[in-house]
């Protein structure tokens, strides 16, 4: 069993996000800002798309969450997509964001961190149990901060490329995310 069915198999089906063609994201008095998945120029790309919100579903209820809880212990970012292209997975850790960016990089840190523990949930099962062999080295992790972006004429300067090297990933989208351009 690859790495992607496996995390699929221990991530709850209740997280997965109610569409699995768009990310939205609506808070405060503003427009909710849209973006669609756009799976092409890949073939065989599979994809789960999760929404931890801790404002409609508890998964984190182990963390203190009362005014003595230190700042930033239950930060996520708003999505997760796990995606498998041709036996290799990826893990997208996105943050969405209309502004200013300040805090997606810790929400990123943070998200990474539950994956973390996910990725040694998965090799302790196989260790213990003899349950599927998992390697976390197998999988590309993207940390995306996903800025809106309203005008597609900004786009238009190196738009084919992603750069993929960086740690945080900083997209401006007219409400798509090419998958593809974020894949090795």
């Avoid at 302790?124 to 003899?130: A, T």
């Amino acid at each position: 069993m690859s790495e992607y069915s496996q995390l699929c198999r221990f991530l709850d089906k209740s997280f997965l996000s109610p569409s699995q063609e768009w990310m939205i994201e609506s808070k405060g008095t503003h427009k909710p800002q849209k973006v669609q998945l756009d799976k092409t120029g890949r073939r065989n790309i599979v994809s789960a798309l999760y929404r931890f919100d801790l404002d409609v579903t508890e998964f984190l209820p182990f963390f203190n969450k009362s005014d003595e809880s230190p700042e930033g212990l239950r930060k996520f970012c708003d999505y997760v997509l796990l995606v498998d292209l041709n036996g290799k997975p990826y893990v997208f850790l996105i943050e969405m964001k209309r502004g200013a960016s300040a805090d997606a990089e810790k929400q990123l840190k943070a998200s990474q961190t539950f994956m973390e523990y996910i990725y040694s949930s998965a090799e302790r099962l196989h260790e213990d149990f003899g349950d599927e062999p998992f390697n976390r080295n197998n999988i590309v992790t993207r940390k995306v901060k996903l800025k809106e972006c309203k005008s597609s004429k900004l786009l238009t300067k190196g738009r084919g490329t992603v750069d993929k090297t960086q740690e945080f990933i900083t997209f401006n989208s007219v409400g798509i995310f090419p998958i593809a351009r974020f894949l090795d």
